[in-house]
């Protein structure tokens, strides 16, 4: 069940700044930590971004994640062909208690 | 750094049973949490349950009535068992590490996937 909401795509030009939103309620983003996947054509999804703003190791700090009250947004700064892929925001659901996915976001590099 | 390996049978048939395990390697199967995602065709994901080797586990609500989960440590595997499946439970099947907790939680080391059709 996708009780976080995405847009369906997003694309940029090489270089470009874009945002990927995620929105939910106060059961989750509101109340708990987001994480974003990302997952590249035909390959297992792979952790982008935890609670909220922390990158794993070996994520370009082109990446970086917020949050404000039921929403979160990931950005991508300097657009590269690599980063064509799908993202997925997630977070705990203290009603549904259940750990919720996003719709997913279809990035696109023009 | 763990690597994870989904195996099982790539079709089963409806109102039959779906069992796939996943084998672990470069670490032991006690210092996780155990997840499981699937993917159904085209779409997004969705999370089906996780389990630490020492019994306490989380499953999905919508299948949790389905649903079991085991760690086998001496094979540093663990398996998951979805009973009367239908063409609903069709997708890919990755396993994956869970560290953090419910609120915390995230999915940071992930299988390759195994691909799992309901059909007769």
């Known amino acids: 069940q996708s009780v976080l909401t995405q847009p369906p795509s997003a694309s940029g030009t090489p270089g470009q700044r874009i945002t990927v939103s995620c929105s939910g309620s106060s059961s989750n983003i509101g109340s708990n930590t987001v994480h974003w996947y990302q997952q590249l054509p035909g390959t297992a999804p792979k952790l982008l971004m935890y609670s909220t703003n922390q990158r794993p190791s070996g994520v370009p700090d082109r990446f970086s994640g917020s949050k404000s009250g039921t929403s979160a947004s990931l950005a991508i700064s300097g657009l590269q062909s690599e980063d064509e892929a799908d993202y997925y925001c997630a977070a705990w659901d203290d009603s549904l208690n259940a750990q919720v996915f996003g719709t997913g976001t279809k990035v696109t590099v023009l | 750094q763990v690597q994870l390996q989904e195996s099982g049978p790539g079709l089963v048939k409806p109102s039959e049973t779906l069992s796939l395990t996943c084998s672990v390697s470069?670490?032991?199967?006690?210092?996780?949490?155990w997840s499981w995602i699937r993917q159904p065709p085209g779409k997004g994901l969705e999370w089906v349950g996780y389990?630490?080797?020492?019994?306490?586990?989380n499953y999905n609500p919508s299948l949790e009535s389905r649903l079991s989960m085991s760690v086998d440590t001496s094979k540093n595997q663990f398996s998951l068992r979805l009973t009367s499946v239908t063409a609903a439970d069709t997708a890919i099947y990755y396993c994956?590490?869970?560290?953090?907790?419910?609120?915390?939680?995230?999915?940071?080391?992930w299988g390759q996937g195994t691909v799992v059709t309901v059909s007769s």
């Open positions: 389990m630490y080797y020492g019994g306490s586990s």
């Open positions: 994956a590490t869970f560290f953090g907790g419910n609120i915390y939680g995230y999915f940071d080391y």
């Open positions: 470069g670490d032991s199967v006690t210092r996780y949490y």
